[in-house]
């Protein structure tokens, strides 16, 4: 689409980026905190002409309506999420939000209105660094009964998702609330890859077929704080040392399958009390286990409940299972309408699947879901140096809007 602004898009996003810019390098901008607060008011200030409306749902989605010539029928959705890691990149999430803003003004620019109406929208808490599980807000969409397990959810700091849901409620007025979940006609989320294949085959865009499948769970070692002074080490109940074993034996272990498509990571690690002179009373970790066969993951979480529930001795073993997605398939028609926008930009392409998840994963549930990626620089992702040529960014702006029009019309 010749109205797509490369200036006036990488100005957009620079400027999302400074919401929760961290000095030195990277974003903090983790869900619902006040940077993402800021950032959301923002976005709605960019918006305001009669043929947008801003929503926002009991998942605290937010939504920009682009209303449609046969507006009844049911919208076309594109977007993604705008909260990063504790400390991410300035593109993961952000990319294909500002993707879809500077679809909608370079629709603006050229007086095309779609048939179907267009909607952007920024999804609460796909990453779950801070409320777990992850992709909160589009599983909530497309299962509105989810929303009650979500709500009690606590960050570290014991605020609840309840509390931080309503906050963003207050804080973006512009914003008329609107019920969780509805029918979509197609989701198509851009999003930067996160991984090496686009930039190792020289490729500028990337046909999403699918995403790999997650299981996440939540390991807690029980024992008994002590001074670290006055008790011998044989009549300890130490929960660091326990969980220390326990950690390394389930990576041997996942390491032991020799499966190159196996992802297995241990990310959090929570001491308590977390005192250099007190033997540790209480351990907590994550594991975050991919694959994208179902039946891997099954067989991994049998042996990792085995392996847990095998320790014995001093100390106390609970399992918890915070997420659990199988893999995801898109749907063929619209990987084909992603194929042919992609094909019409010229720009050399290839089909691959997802090794993240994103909100698509959900919304193939409810709609035909695609997703279209842009190459990560040396595939980094979740880290500062997080990038991505600005060619390679505005070829995925114009692809996402050829496909866009095409879906768009009934
Ligand atoms: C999402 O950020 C993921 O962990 O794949
Ligand atoms: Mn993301
Ligand atoms: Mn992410
Ligand atoms: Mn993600």
Same mark, same amino acid.
């Given at each position: 689409?010749?109205?797509?602004?490369?200036?006036?898009?990488?100005?957009?996003?620079?400027?999302?980026?400074?919401?929760?810019?961290?000095?030195?390098?990277?974003?903090?901008?983790?869900?619902?905190?006040?940077?993402?607060?800021?950032?959301?008011?923002?976005?709605?200030?960019?918006?305001?002409?009669?043929?947008?409306?801003?929503?926002?749902?009991?998942?605290?989605?937010?939504?920009?309506?682009?209303?449609?010539?046969?507006?009844?029928?049911?919208?076309?959705?594109?977007?993604?999420?705008?909260?990063?890691?504790?400390?991410?990149?300035?593109?993961?999430?952000?990319?294909?939000?500002?993707?879809?803003?500077?679809?909608?003004?370079?629709?603006?620019?050229?007086?095309?209105?779609?048939?179907?109406?267009?909607?952007?929208?920024?999804?609460?808490?796909?990453?779950?660094?801070?409320?777990?599980?992850?992709?909160?807000?589009?599983?909530?969409?497309?299962?509105?009964?989810?929303?009650?397990?979500?709500?009690?959810?606590?960050?570290?700091?014991?605020?609840?998702f309840e509390q931080a849901r309503d906050a963003a409620r207050q804080a973006t007025p512009?914003?008329?609330? !609107?019920?969780?979940?509805?029918? +979509?006609? =197609?989701?198509? $989320? *851009?999003? @930067?890859? /996160?991984?090496?294949?686009?930039?190792? #085959?020289?490729?500028?865009?990337?046909?999403?077929?699918?995403?790999?499948?997650?299981?996440?769970?939540?390991?807690?070692?029980?024992?008994?704080?002590?001074?670290?002074?006055?008790?011998?080490?044989?009549?300890?109940?130490?929960?660091?040392?326990?969980?220390?074993?326990?950690?390394?034996?389930?990576?041997?272990?996942?390491?032991?399958?020799?499966?190159?498509?196996?992802?297995?990571?241990?990310?959090?690690?929570?001491?308590?009390?977390?005192?250099?002179?007190?033997?540790?009373?209480?351990?907590?970790?994550?594991?975050?286990? !991919?694959?994208?066969?179902?039946? +891997?993951? =099954?067989?991994? $979480? *049998?042996? @990792?409940? /085995?392996?847990?529930?095998?320790?014995? #001795?001093?100390?106390?073993?609970?399992?918890?299972?915070?997420?659990?997605?199988?893999?995801?398939?898109?749907?063929?028609?619209?990987?084909?309408?992603?194929?042919?926008?992609?094909?019409?930009?010229?720009?050399?392409?290839?089909?691959?699947?997802?090794?993240?998840?994103?909100?698509?994963?959900?919304?193939?549930?409810?709609?035909?879901?695609?997703?279209?990626?842009?190459?990560?620089?040396?595939?980094?992702?979740?880290?500062?140096?997080?990038?991505?040529?600005?060619?390679?960014?505005?070829?995925?702006?114009?692809?996402?809007?050829?496909?866009?029009?095409?879906?768009?019309?009934?």
């Open positions: 689409m010749q109205q797509v602004n490369p200036a006036r898009f990488m100005d957009m996003l620079q400027r999302l980026a400074t919401f929760g810019a961290v000095p030195g390098g990277g974003v903090a901008r983790e869900a619902l905190t006040i940077s993402e607060l800021e950032a959301r008011r923002w976005l709605c200030s960019r918006f305001s002409a009669p043929h947008y409306r801003w929503y926002m749902d009991d998942a605290a989605n937010l939504f920009l309506r682009r209303a449609g010539l046969a507006d009844a029928l049911t919208p076309v959705m594109t977007g993604s999420h705008i909260d990063t890691q504790p400390v991410g990149g300035w593109l993961d999430g952000a990319y294909g939000v500002v993707a879809g803003m500077e679809l909608f003004l370079a629709l603006d620019d050229a007086g095309i209105r779609t048939q179907r109406p267009l909607e952007l929208v920024i999804w609460t808490n796909e990453e779950g660094s801070r409320f777990s599980p992850g992709a909160m807000g589009s599983s909530a969409f497309a299962d509105p009964t989810r929303l009650a397990d979500f709500l009690p959810v606590t960050d570290a700091g014991g605020e609840r512009a914003a008329t609330s !609107r019920a969780l979940g509805r029918p +979509v006609h =197609a989701y198509l $989320e *851009a999003h @930067i890859e /996160q991984g090496p294949v686009l930039e190792d #085959g020289g490729f500028q865009l990337g046909i999403v077929t699918g995403i790999q499948g997650v299981r996440w769970f939540e390991i807690s070692v029980t024992g008994v704080s002590a001074h670290a002074g006055t008790t011998p080490l044989a009549a300890r109940h130490d929960a660091l040392m326990s969980a220390a074993q326990l950690i390394s034996r389930l990576g041997e272990m996942a390491a032991a399958r020799q499966d190159p498509a196996l992802r297995f990571t241990v990310g959090r690690l929570e001491v308590s009390p977390g005192s250099i002179n007190t033997i540790a009373d209480r351990v907590t970790f994550t594991i975050d286990l !991919r694959h994208p066969e179902e039946a +891997v993951l =099954a067989e991994m $979480e *049998a042996l @990792i409940r /085995q392996t847990v529930e095998a320790k014995t #001795g001093a100390c106390g073993y609970a399992l918890r299972s915070l997420m659990r997605r199988p893999p995801t398939r898109f749907d063929k028609a619209v990987i084909e309408t992603v194929a042919a926008a992609v094909s019409a930009t010229g720009a050399p392409a290839c089909r691959l699947g997802s090794g993240a998840f994103h909100d698509a994963m959900y919304l193939a549930d409810v709609c035909p879901t695609a997703m279209l990626f842009v190459p990560s620089h040396k595939g980094i992702s979740h880290n500062p140096a997080e990038d991505t040529a600005e060619a390679d960014l505005v070829a995925g702006v114009r692809a996402l809007a050829g496909a866009v029009i095409t879906l768009a019309t009934p």
